[in-house]
């Protein structure tokens, strides 16, 4: 029995690629900090396929030790996908930014992710069929003012990612690694990063797109031999090759 682990799976993106997989009949171990929400989306998944199987853990990636803890609990599990989505952001001017909350988004969207996927590739560079997937963001390949500390934290993301493609495929490794840089999306991340209550996307943004509508190009992605998925100015979704300069 093989498994797609999804990180951050309570809601947003994370919940709507779940629904995703679950459609296509993958059993699903789901990931995040808020059980309840992870109830809820076991659920809506036996609603789509009663017979999947779905495994709950709570962790905090925050923590990074939990990354480690995360991994070695799922050991036992056969894991054909791993989609790193857990990610916080942080909306002011550096000088005005919440060092606390900075330290917590550094440690979600980079050591965390840098610990789960060198671990995933450790255990199943070698293994058909796999694939690892971590979702960046548009700004992990254009700066915003404003929320600088986030958009370097995605370009991280973003390179980490595309180069560790080019090292995979450089070994002839069976594994696939692939990064997701979607725009403005409809969820809770908004509200968490301006610590506005409700942000309003209709009011507040000219574009944007829903939770469901980036699952569906998390899914246009997965089915590619392509290595990104990217939202353009556009607000079109684009599938290609490396973006950043490899050098060697």
């Given at each position: 029995m093989k498994y797609t682990v999804i990180t951050g799976a309570s809601s947003g993106i994370g919940y709507e690629t779940a629904l995703a997989f679950a459609a296509r009949g993958k059993n699903l171990i789901i990931v995040a900090r808020r059980?309840?929400?992870?109830?809820?989306?076991?659920?809506?998944?036996?609603?789509?396929?009663?017979?999947?199987?779905?495994?709950i853990f709570t962790i905090d990636l925050s923590v990074t030790d939990q990354a480690y803890i995360?991994?070695?609990?799922?050991?036992?599990?056969?894991?054909?996908?791993?989609?790193?989505?857990?990610?916080?952001?942080?909306?002011?001017?550096?000088?005005?930014?919440?060092?606390s909350k900075v330290e917590t988004l550094?440690?979600?969207?980079?050591?965390?992710?840098?610990?789960?996927?060198?671990?995933?590739?450790?255990?199943?560079?070698?293994?058909?069929?796999?694939?690892?997937?971590?979702?960046?963001?548009?700004?992990?390949y254009a700066i915003a003012v404003g929320t600088i500390t986030y958009s370097a934290s995605k370009y991280y993301v973003s390179a980490f990612t595309?180069?560790?493609?080019?090292e995979l495929e450089l070994k002839g490794a069976k594994l696939k690694a692939k990064v997701l840089a979607p725009a403005m999306t409809e969820t809770e991340f908004a509200t968490n990063a301006t610590g506005l209550d409700n942000f309003n996307y209709?009011?507040?943004l000219p574009m944007y797109h829903t939770a469901k509508q980036v699952a569906g190009f998390m899914m246009e992605l997965y089915d590619s031999n392509a290595v990104v998925g990217i939202v353009d100015q556009n607000y079109e979704f684009k599938i290609r090759e490396q973006i950043y300069p490899i050098i060697g």
């Open positions: 059980l309840n929400k992870l109830e809820e989306l076991k659920t809506a998944i036996h609603n789509i396929n009663p017979d999947l199987d779905v495994i995360l991994y070695d609990k799922l050991k036992g599990y056969e894991i054909e996908t791993w989609i790193n989505n857990a990610g916080l952001g942080e909306s002011a001017f550096v000088a005005d930014q919440n060092l550094l440690r979600v969207n980079i050591e965390s992710l840098t610990i789960l996927s060198t671990l995933f590739v450790r255990d199943y560079a070698e293994k058909e069929e796999t694939q690892l997937i971590n979702v960046s963001s548009a700004l992990g595309e180069g560790l493609a080019k209709k009011e507040n």
